[in-house]
């Protein structure tokens, strides 16, 4: 019982020391938060295409994630943290125009959380407008690869 207890302890500690190490790494914070932004607007692209039924519920979460996510994303990027990365050195030497298109993107999702889109066309008209704001970000400041 005793050998349970210690491995399930030893588990929950290696656990605990990943985030640890994730949370100190900016570039992995950075394209977790990328991955969020990007699975939530396939939830939308999918609503949007007719691929999946519209789903308040999936609009509404997806909405959230892209406002929260794109919120906390321009602090992830501290002097020194461009190595390993497809961020373009220029977002280091423009910091206050990543910043503003940031902060584009969630004025973009938040407003279309107050007027949630309610059906598959408004969906793709939301997703029009959030994928623009993307778009000229990624032209900026994304390394082509």
């Known amino acids: ?9 030893i588990a929950v500690a290696s656990i605990g020391l990943g985030a ?11 394209e977790g938060l990328m991955k969020k932004i990007g699975g939530s607007m396939g939830a939308l692209a999918g609503i949007a295409k007719g691929e ?3 789903d308040e519920a999936v609009v509404k979460a997806s909405l959230t994630t892209i406002s929260e996510s794109i919120k906390a994303f321009p602090d992830q990027f501290p002097a020194g943290s461009e190595a390993g990365s497809e961020a373009s050195p220029k977002i ?24 949630l889109p309610a059906d598959q066309a408004s969906v793709g008209a939301a997703l029009g407008v959030i994928g623009k704001s993307c ?11």
């Open 1 to 9: 019982m005793k050998l349970k207890t210690i491995a399930l302890a």
């Open 20 to 30: 640890v190490s994730a949370a100190d790494n900016p570039v992995e914070i950075r």
């Open 52 to 54: 999946k039924p519209y």
């Open 92 to 115: 280091w030497e423009n910091m206050d125009d990543f910043k503003a298109k940031a902060a584009k993107l969630g004025a973009d999702a938040d407003a279309q959380l107050a007027q």
């Open 135 to 145: 778009g000229d970000c990624h032209q900026s400041y994304r390394v082509k690869k």
